[in-house]
């Protein structure tokens, strides 16, 4: 075999409405490309059959015994598998409403997505919802696959018609699907090889879209970013550790230390079982500091010319995901990065249905469940925040009441 | 630019600093099997050598001899606060394997589990679990809450989103981390070739067999393999199709044996 260089890992969130396929295309992937051991195809196998069921490929992710008896995916999973190109984490995620919580945790782990359609029901309400969804968290590399050509006798006519619907859809909302692909995953068409019952679609196979796919590249701005995530005493030295978000350090570096901007220089960084003058992003370390300050979890560390200060309020795009609204200037607890502060919603320029995206009301005194809003918070003390599209990391937040997420978002 | 490797090192020891950092009563299981090990070593690294808190290693008394003496010289070497977990009670009254798999894991090891809890209230305990171990680990969350007698809400999770972990629960429950979520079989080995990590010789090939998976002797079987060293269970692992828990008959007694454990509180 040609000896292949394998591109990074990269994780694909598969979204779309209730019953359009995820689960059933998940398991033909890992089929397709033999990532599946004996034991399990033949547990699958031996399950289905005691539920009287027709071997179920979507078993392999639906490993609940609720999930299996309804039919459904309740929670998200994680599963692995590999082609020559590369190896890819693949995240199942529930289509149900009901479960929307899990479908945006899967999600937010997510670099890529592909959208499910069901060609015989074309775009459903979880269609948009999880289109806007993953678009909002991030996740801007999109695949669309047409699924269940199969029982429309692979028409093309059908596929066409519902391509335009949904690129216009997408178009909307400034996304551009990388490919849209038809396909039957129960049948295996388009998946890995290319199906001559498809004969008039001439674009990639899904693995060949998803194998095209780069890993990120943006976010390697120069600035620095370490927001402290706690501080150790060892051997009579204040070690401040944490993760490198963005830029770069090295000993001997002038810094700022946020939300005060605080300025001071970097005496050395530990790692250990190893000596480095230097971190770069992504890396977990321990930091110390020249001469005696008082730092805090939380503090964000940052180039000297930071021009700051950090203010006591953002801006962000929301999903509100409790029974109990968001309402103005009400109690809450916002986390951003390391940091943890309480704050209110000052102001709610809109709420829209999160599916139609139709806004339903301007200047709002409340978001209700399964709502996306824009909002401006105003926290009790400096917060470090940067525009999402600028530094992920410090552009995302969740919003917390008794200790639960409620809401998540991210800085615009 | 940080290798696949040091990325997947790095968000352990972002989730166990986060731990720590939210709890400071922690512990850390310790089976000493390939990923609890390659967990400590890590647990290790992110507290600069001196583990802070406690390592509990659940003895069912059932274990391999080999696994007991790794045990007690690694923990001489590495200065660990051991914590040995035993269900005496049960172990007296004549709890093995031989009477039912299910009833006797979920009374040697998390019952035993239960009992030192209850002496030292953790507030949260990392475990090495792995998603593509299991299809019902594949589900667990990083920071996951379990009740005071330990039962897990699979049907109402917490949602988890990108790094913000939940992290406050009410006063008598504790948390699940799982530092390794995200790891896979061939990662951990990899880590472990990298790394030097010292690591039971049960793993390796003795007269075409090893074992893959270890847990009680008495539940183990090893798989078919030529695998000698970690290079060649490196290899042996790209083609595999042999599942990594196909030894472990807890797993398969029936098709919800593992969800019924793990419900009720096992790791």
């Known amino acids: ?412 | 630019m940080i290798s696949y490797l040091d990325e997947l090192e790095s968000k352990s020891v972002y989730i166990i600093r986060e731990a720590y950092s939210r709890f400071r009563n922690i512990a850390l299981l310790w089976s000493i099997g390939k990923d609890s090990t390659a967990l400590l070593w890590i647990v290790r690294k992110a507290f600069f050598g001196k583990i802070p808190h406690p390592v509990v290693h659940i003895d069912t008394s059932f274990k391999f001899k080999e696994i007991y003496e790794f045990r007690n010289r690694y923990s001489r070497e590495w200065g660990l606060d051991l914590i040995i977990s035993r269900n005496e009670g049960a172990l007296q009254e004549g709890m093995c394997p031989d009477k039912a798999k299910l009833e006797c894991c979920n009374a040697l090891k998390t019952e035993a589990l239960k009992i030192t809890m209850q002496e030292r209230r953790f507030k949260a305990l990392l475990l090495a679990i792995r998603r593509d171990e299991h299809g019902i680990r594949a589900k667990e969350r990083y920071f996951s809450p379990r009740t005071i007698d330990f039962k897990w809400d699979y049907r109402n999770q917490p949602p988890e989103l990108w790094d913000l972990y939940k992290s406050n629960v009410e006063k008598e429950e504790h948390f699940r981390i799982h530092p390794m979520l995200h790891w896979t079989e061939l990662d951990i080995w990899k880590y472990i070739e990298r790394e030097k990590i010292p690591t039971a010789s049960l793993y390796f090939a003795k007269d075409g067999k090893r074992y893959r998976s270890i847990g009680c002797e008495t539940c183990c079987a090893p798989v078919d393999s030529s695998a000698a060293d970690i290079k060649k269970i490196i290899k042996e692992l790209k083609t595999t199709k042999v599942s990594e828990r196909s030894g472990r008959s807890q797993d398969k007694e029936s098709a919800y044996t593992m969800q019924k454990l793990r419900s009720l509180g096992y790791m």
Not at chain 1, 302 to 313: D, I, Q, R, V
């Open chain 1, 1 to 412: 075999m040609r000896n292949v260089t394998k591109k990074k890992p990269i994780k694909i969130a598969i979204i779309g409405h209730v019953d359009h396929g995820k689960s059933t295309l998940i398991g033909r992937l890992l089929l397709d490309t033999h990532s599946l051991s004996r034991d399990r195809l033949a547990e699958i196998k031996r399950i289905s059959k005691e539920l009287g069921k027709d071997t179920e490929l979507a078993f392999l992710t639906d490993q609940l015994e609720e999930e299996r008896e309804k039919n459904i995916t309740i929670d998200t999973t994680q599963i692995f598998f590999r082609t020559r190109q590369r190896d890819y984490v693949i995240i199942d995620t529930p289509g149900h409403l009901e479960f929307i919580k899990n479908m945006i945790t899967g999600t937010s782990l997510a670099e890529a997505a592909i959208l499910i359609v069901d060609i015989t029901e074309g775009i459903q309400e979880q269609t948009r919802r999880h289109a806007y969804l993953a678009s909002s968290l991030g996740v801007e590399r999109l695949v669309v696959v047409f699924n269940k050509m199969d029982l429309t006798g692979y028409a093309q006519d059908s596929f066409i018609r519902e391509q335009n619907l949904l690129s216009a859809f997408l178009k909307n909302m400034g996304i551009t699907a990388f490919h849209i692909v038809p396909v039957s995953a129960k049948k295996g068409d388009n998946i890995s090889r290319r199906s001559p019952r498809l004969g008039w679609y001439k674009g990639p196979t899904l693995i060949e879209s998803i194998d095209r796919i780069e890993a990120d590249v943006k976010n390697r701005e120069s600035v620095l970013r370490f927001p402290v995530q706690d501080i150790y005493e060892i051997e009579g030295e204040s070690v401040l550790v944490g993760r490198m978000l963005s830029g770069t350090m090295r000993a001997g570096q002038e810094i700022a230390i946020l939300p005060g901007v605080k300025k001071t220089t970097i005496k050395a960084i530990r790692v250990f079982g190893r000596l480095t003058g230097r971190a770069e992003r992504g890396e977990s370390i321990g930091l110390i500091l020249d001469g005696s300050m008082a730092v805090k979890r939380g503090d964000v560390i940052a180039e000297k010319e930071y021009a700051g200060p950090a203010k006591n309020s953002f801006r962000g795009n929301i999903f509100w995901m409790s029974e109990m609204p968001l309402e103005l200037e009400k109690k809450i607890t916002l986390r951003c990065a390391t940091q943890e502060i309480e704050g209110v919603a000052e102001k709610i320029e809109n709420r829209m249905d999160s599916s139609s995206l139709r806004i339903i009301e301007e200047n709002a005194r409340v978001v209700r469940k399964n709502e996306a809003a824009t909002v401006t918070f105003r926290t009790q003390g400096a917060i470090v925040t940067e525009k999402f599209s600028f530094i992920k990391e410090l552009g995302r937040f969740v919003i917390e009441r008794k200790n639960c997420v409620e809401g998540a978002g991210v800085v615009v």
